[in-house]
């Protein structure tokens, strides 16, 4: 199968991916993912075609990988197709025992995607993640615009930086929240958008789960629950905090050259962050068990 057999192809404009994505339809009317990429990122797109093919052999419910190439100039990759909804616009409409119940397959399915090791000769993870958030706290420092209170994050990191040491080292995602799954026709979650895949702590996957506590307290809550089968351990939510500090200092500087919605969407996610963690003096965020309780 190649990206000329298609009879159609319709762009895909959602997402922040460099890939162009399109709906494409073969002459049978079956439909299937198309990512276009740049030339020059065949290595990397190579490996994330070969991850998610390791990923798949564990039964995850994701898009299948189909065929990888090059064609006039670009890296392709062909993908089955999933014909649901966004999982951001259905669950935070749903009960909050569905909500959660969601919550637990993601966070199933994330252990699963977990147990697929980092390369040999990666490097460990202390001095690349101390790397990571040194550069973040310089970006913030000379960033124009401040998060009020925004010092608890960079307290919070210098002061917890030692629960960095000897963590394992597997295969991530990248970009594990909400607004990167699917609810499917058959009702079923699946799992989308691997391209920003990396090697490093498992737990720092859960970074993103701001979005997921956002739109929906007790989905966040199942994932959690669902990774650990049952409450995560205090060591869990320490470090967590540390890389959902990391992140949201981050997220000011990454937003200022896509507007002032993105800047502010930022800074209220602080907000937000701030107030779970109560100016992260408590590693155990209050939308965890207001999605247990409702």
């Known amino acids: 199968m190649l990206p000329e057999d298609f009879t159609s192809t319709e762009l895909i404009q959602k997402g922040w991916s460099g890939d162009r994505k399109y709906c494409a339809t073969d002459a049978q009317g079956n439909r299937f993912l198309l990512r276009l990429s740049p030339e020059d990122t065949y290595a990397r797109k190579l490996e994330e075609f070969q991850s998610m093919r390791k990923a798949e052999a564990l039964d995850i419910p994701m898009c299948r990988p189909l065929e990888f190439g090059t064609r006039n100039g670009e890296v392709y990759a062909i993908q089955t197709w999933i014909d649901g909804e966004d999982a951001q616009d259905v669950i935070p409409s749903l009960e909050r025992e569905k909500q959660y119940d969601y919550g637990l397959e993601a966070g199933r399915i994330l252990r699963k995607i977990h147990q697929i090791p980092a390369p040999a000769g990666t490097e460990e993870w202390e001095g690349r993640f101390n ?164």
């Open 131 to 294: 790397r990571k958030a040194d550069r973040k706290i310089r970006q913030y420092e000379t960033c124009p615009i401040k998060i009020e209170n925004g010092q608890a994050f960079v307290d919070y990191i210098n002061s917890h930086r030692h629960l960095l040491h000897g963590r394992p080292l597997t295969y991530q995602h990248g970009d594990y929240h909400i607004g990167n799954m699917m609810i499917g026709r058959d009702g079923k979650l699946y799992i989308i958008d691997f391209d920003r895949y990396d090697y490093g702590d498992p737990w720092e996957e859960f970074n993103r789960i701001v979005w997921c506590a956002q739109a929906a307290p007790a989905f966040a809550a199942g994932i959690v629950e669902g990774y650990f089968e049952g409450e995560a351990p205090l060591a869990f939510w320490e470090l967590l905090a540390l890389y959902i500090s990391s992140n949201t200092l981050s997220a000011v500087p990454w937003a200022i050259p896509y507007g002032q919605e993105e800047v502010r969407i930022a800074l209220e996610q602080a907000r937000d962050v701030l107030r779970w963690y109560d100016n992260m003096r408590n590693p155990i965020p209050t939308w965890y068990r207001e999605g247990l309780s409702g």
